[in-house]
């Protein structure tokens, strides 16, 4: 058991409740293919974000296909809709896992979609691999998380508005369920060690498009800026209101930690131009493997997609995958749980590497800034690739260097 912030959570989740009894394996491996599952939400408020991690991960199989597929059996996608629902989350991975029959399943993207299907997969011994930033505070043998945990996002989105842009107060805006809620918790006892005066706290439900009070509370704060943790479609209403009222990257910044290039787009980039956000990978990333990954996305979709963070986090996730699974030499679940640790790949945001304890992967912490074309330029990045610390064990709250072990 691990306490972080007043609460007491456990390492692995307990394999309790309607999945307590795990179902026997029914995952055919006699063939010349091997199922694995994708959920995704591809209507509601979260499919704004979640359809191109979808796309991301069907280019990957079609790539690792074409390679030759996993210990030679062609990989066969079934795919669920999760509907931005958590209970239909639940619901269709189980379904993926006991009557498709899958080895895998990749997907999810708010934090209460993944407490929804934890377990789920656990109860069924099964790997779920979940591609997007969350608030940390978790770890299940039975999950894999290919995004940023709290110390390779929030932690330096707050260096970084400290130390940068000299932020001494903030106001909080999130939608509201458990990551803004956790991810706001960690923020104020930051705050509290860092000088930051915390200036207001604003929740709306998931999907809400009505943000005129929440943006004139923000206005009237006086704050130096905004830490934003809305998701999906809320995004849109909230900056359009948020310019309506005067303010801008100039007179109120605002750090958002759910915003890629996708969303960008549906925002309208005049709405977001010169404002921040925090992620590990951007379309813009200088490397020969994004450049390559860019392009091969632009080809297969369409030359005016972007690429962006979760999706890149959901393609890499089945390159891992592939690799766990070929180091044991099986498709079984505790082989790849076993063969996990140190199983690396070249992914487009840079060279990650699984850590076998806590399940996470090592990655390069990267605040950008949005242009007027709508991608998102690196204005700071880590040295070197952060290993993942989901409880904050290792991070000194006096020390704004702590999560990253440099300073902005």
């Known amino acids: ?45 979260m499919a704004i974000s979640e359809t191109t991690v979808n796309e991301s991960l069907k280019m990957a199989a079609e790539e690792i296909n074409a390679d030759g597929g996993v210990l030679g059996k062609q990989l066969e996608i ?127 439900p998931l999907g809400s498009t009505d943000f005129t009070t929440i943006a004139n509370r923000v206005k009237d704060s006086g704050a130096d800026a905004v830490f934003n943790t809305l998701n999906g479609d809320s995004n849109v209403a909230f900056f359009r ?22 969303e960008v787009g549906g925002i309208g980039a005049n709405n977001v131009e010169g404002q921040l956000t925090a992620w590990n990978y951007y379309q813009t990333v200088d490397t020969p493997a994004n450049d390559s990954f860019v392009e091969r996305f632009k080809a297969k979709y369409g030359a005016d997609r972007v690429t962006s963070d979760p999706m890149e986090a959901a393609y890499l996730s089945l390159f891992l995958w592939k690799e766990m699974v070929e180091k044991a030499g099986s498709f079984d679940v505790d082989a790849v749980q076993d063969a996990a640790d140190g199983v690396s790949v070249e992914a487009p945001e840079g060279t990650v590497t699984v850590d076998g304890d806590n399940h996470h992967i090592a990655k390069t912490p990267r605040i950008g800034r949005i242009n007027g074309d709508g991608l998102i330029d690196t204005v700071w990045e880590a ?24 300073g902005s």
């Open 1 to 45: 058991m691990v306490s972080v912030l007043g609460l007491t959570l456990s390492a692995c989740g307990a394999k309790a409740g309607e999945e307590a009894a795990a179902a026997e394996s029914c995952v055919d491996t006699s063939g010349d293919s091997i199922k694995i599952g994708l959920i995704n939400s591809l209507s509601g408020t």
């Open 78 to 204: 079934v795919e669920e809709d999760g509907a931005s629902e958590p209970t239909i989350f639940a619901e269709r991975s189980r379904r993926l896992l006991q009557q498709d029959c899958v080895a895998a399943v990749f997907g999810g993207w708010t934090s209460a979609s993944r407490k929804a299907m934890l377990p789920v997969f656990e109860g069924n011994d099964s790997l779920l691999f979940y591609p997007v930033q969350y608030e940390g505070l978790e770890s299940s043998e039975n999950i894999f998380y290919s995004g940023a945990t709290t110390n390779q996002q929030i932690i330096p989105a707050l260096d970084y508005l400290k130390n940068e842009e000299d932020v001494k107060s903030l106001f909080l805006v999130g939608s509201d369920y458990v990551f803004p809620r956790t991810a706001n918790m960690i923020i104020r006892q930051y705050a509290e060690a860092n000088g930051i005066e915390i200036v207001g706290e604003d929740y709306t």
């Open 241 to 262: 209101q948020y310019n309506s009222i005067g303010l801008d990257a100039e007179t109120m910044p605002v750090m958002s930690v759910s915003i890629a290039e996708e």
């Open 383 to 406: 040295p070197e690739a952060v290993q993942p610390d989901p409880y904050l064990e290792t991070y000194d709250w006096a020390d704004v260097s702590g999560a990253t072990g440099q």
